[in-house]
């Protein structure tokens, strides 16, 4: 199962699907959904919503993991050939000089490089350039050969990023882990899964633009009305030399799935917590699945997965709760994850599924 998880990983992170553009990703799960599941739909919002009935009676169960990645848009075309482009998503200015990138034409991708002041040039205090000051060099000479050659006002634009093991066959490098990891857990929880292991209804939703905002996820839980949702995510490592693990961040690769107890922001009214019934309900998982889940409470730093927010503004309340993986480096070209996490995390959920009924979603 750790070699499929990773060959979809392997597929799914070298797609250009930038918020708002996730169509690579949507002909990526669709028809492997279609082969393995009940019912298999997509919204108008690119939602990849596919269902599976089980064997008996029991609660509606949702699962989400989103599908879009953090990038850039094409903002406008210059007379001589350049792109300028503004951020999509969490993306830090310092990403930006000298980075290779994709540029989603409308018949294929086109190779690209953000350039930058050359070095011979370039100020001794000179600070990291800003969307603003910086361009994307496609080897154009015109505006007419920009459009030519299918590049458009709001073309995508993703990092490029080779995928990577790093000393091991088991850490892997590459861009969007955040979340094609889940992704592909979840497609292979889909195709592994046997109606006669579930009890009730599992609804697994590969979604759209939670890098940019909850619009994706808000028509979701009004549509498919679950009793409880579980959001697979991937969340930041603290086990680097400049954080101070213990104070700051809790989390280290190799120690398996993460289970986020509160999560939120300061400024914003922001923040989430973990549904008690559904913490109860992992403990029962990780109790049957042999498996020890790191646990975080990171409620006064800018961390939140805007799905699991969603639920819990939602129409009635939905019950919610996310389980992380984690990885290093976030929201770069170079995110660094340990396969051993993600099948961990894949068994996890498989015996969270077969537990579904153990727990009523009750406060009383």
């Not at 930038?18 to 599941?37: F, Q, T």
């Not at 922001?270 to 309900?281: A, D, F, V």
Request: charged share 25%.
């Amino acid at each position: 199962m750790k070699s499929r998880i990773k060959e979809d990983l392997k597929n799914l992170s070298q797609l250009i699907t930038v918020s708002g553009g996730e169509e690579e990703a949507i002909r990526y799960v669709y028809p492997r959904l279609k082969e393995c599941c009940d019912h298999v739909e997509i919204t108008g919002v690119g939602n990849v919503i596919a269902t599976k009935k089980g064997s008996s009676k029991g609660p509606r169960m949702l699962i989400t993991a989103h599908m879009d990645e953090i990038g850039f848009t094409v903002k406008n075309i210059t007379a001589n050939g350049f792109l300028l482009f503004e951020k999509v998503g969490g993306v830090a200015d310092g990403l930006l000089p000298a980075r290779r990138v994709w540029i989603q034409a409308k018949e294929e991708k086109i190779p690209g490089v953000i350039g930058m002041r050359a070095a011979h040039l370039m100020p001794s205090n000179d600070n990291a350039p800003s969307c603003s000051t910086s361009y994307i060099d496609i080897g154009a000479c015109s505006r007419e050969e920009v459009l030519e050659r299918g590049v458009f006002i709001g073309s995508k634009v993703a990092f490029q990023s080779d995928f990577t093991e790093l000393g091991s066959p088991d850490l892997v490098c590459t861009k969007s882990i955040d979340d094609k990891l889940c992704c592909s857990i979840l497609l292979n929880i889909m195709e592994s899964l046997g109606s006669d292991e579930l009890k009730g209804e599992l609804i697994a939703v590969f979604s759209t633009l939670e890098e940019t905002t909850v619009a994706g996820m808000v028509p979701i839980y009004n549509y498919v009305d679950p009793d409880y949702a579980i959001v697979l995510d991937t969340v930041p490592c603290g086990d680097v030399p400049d954080i101070d693990t213990e104070n700051e961040l809790p989390v280290s690769l190799g120690r398996g799935p993460v289970m986020i107890v509160s999560q939120g922001i300061e400024i914003g009214g922001r923040y989430n917590n973990i549904n008690p019934k559904i913490r109860e309900l992992l403990y029962l998982a990780c109790e049957k699945a042999n498996i020890t889940m790191q646990e975080l409470a990171i409620s006064d730093r800018f961390y939140i997965t805007e799905e699991s927010l969603a639920f819990q503004c939602g129409e009635k309340g939905i019950p919610a709760a996310t389980v992380a993986v984690p990885r290093r480096y976030s929201h770069t070209p170079v995110e660094v994850a340990n396969m051993n996490d993600a099948l961990k995390t894949y068994e996890l959920i498989m015996e969270l599924i077969k537990v579904n009924d153990a727990v009523k979603m009750t406060f009383i």
